[in-house]
């Protein structure tokens, strides 16, 4: 198993810091505040932020924050990056005291993704109040949800996540566009938690450098809240409310101000590794989660 315990924030890029505090607190439920250095933070529990949102240009996702259990950890596995003769670099205090970590290295996938591999957050044990009363978000040891990244120099960086990071396979999906094209890869990848999945790849380019982040409440009546909160504040919906097959999630998709896509869904699938079997599905969705609407919502 990885010594990544979760996926413990994402960083996303904007021209306009107040399209994200809009977003965050009258869509998603969540808390904003400023973050030292610059930039938003945007808190969803306990922790100061899991979301950073710095201000510039492209409009785009910027990393995936992985935390790890400890120093040990930490060091072990930049052992294994200097061994594997994978580049990265240290970062300074400054870095660390925006991203509320004790330490954190930056290393980027085959295909030009950026991972910000941390340990020892920082908690000051505020509490969660969300501005529209979302009661919690899951998190915790299963961090803050999950990132589906682009990856089309697909066998390179599938390799470097399961060899270099120690991801390992929870389930694969080939999507395939038309019937007569060729299949389009997907894999989803667990690490040092419960969570089906953490991260995802996809054989496949996306301008916003993100297919889609993953955020989770505890009940359904709450991903009917932010539906509604959705349709009040105009934000345009990727894809329908449905049943994903794999993990069990049922969720909708609606854009974020970063031009991503955001999944907020209710009973995701938690797994005992020791009684997993890794295996393809062959749709997306066992009801529901029609994408065309978002293509719709381009035109």
């Known amino acids: 198993m990885s010594e990544i315990r979760a996926l413990s924030y994402f960083v996303a890029q904007i021209d306009d810091l107040q399209k994200w505090r809009e977003y965050a607190e009258n869509v998603l439920g969540m808390m904003t505040n400023e973050a030292p250095g610059g930039g938003l933070y945007i808190k969803m529990d306990d922790r100061p932020q899991r979301i950073l949102i710095v201000q510039g240009e492209p409009v785009c996702y910027v990393a995936s924050g992985w935390t790890l259990a400890g120093k040990k950890d930490f060091d072990a596995l930049v052992a294994r990056l200097e061994s594997l003769d994978v580049q990265y670099r240290r970062e ?23 991972h ?36 089309p120099d697909f066998e390179a960086c599938a390799a470097f996540y399961q060899n270099v990071l120690g991801f390992e396979m929870t389930d694969i999906f080939n999507f395939r566009p038309a019937p ?4 389009v890869r997907i894999h989803f990848m667990h ?7 953490s991260l995802a790849i996809a054989e496949y380019d996306v301008p916003s450098k993100c297919v889609h982040v993953m955020v989770e409440v505890d009940s359904m009546t709450e991903v009917g809240r932010a539906h509604d909160r ?26 974020t101000p970063s031009g991503f896509d955001l999944e907020y869904g209710w009973g995701g699938l938690q797994v ?3 009684q997993h079997t890794a295996f393809e599905f062959t749709k997306v969705s066992i009801w529901g989660h029609d994408f065309g609407v978002g293509q719709q919502e381009q035109q």
């Not at 591999?117 to 979302?134: E, M």
């Not at 690490?191 to 999945?197: K, L």
């Open 230 to 255: 959705r349709v009040a504040n105009n934000v345009p919906l990727s894809a329908t409310l449905g049943q994903h097959l794999n993990d069990r999630m049922t969720s909708f998709y609606m854009k």
């Open 92 to 114: 300074d205090q400054a870095f660390c005291q925006q991203r509320q970590v004790n330490e954190a290295v930056v290393v980027h996938d085959p295909c030009g993704n950026r």
């Open 180 to 183: 007569d094209a060729p299949p």
């Open 116 to 151: 910000e591999l941390t340990w020892g957050y920082l908690s000051d044990c505020a509490p969660f109040i969300s501005p529209q009363g979302v009661p919690r978000f899951l998190t915790g040891d299963m961090g803050l949800g999950h990132t589906v990244l682009p990856a």
């Open 191 to 197: 690490c040092g938690n419960s969570r089906h999945h």
């Open 272 to 274: 005992d590794w020791d």
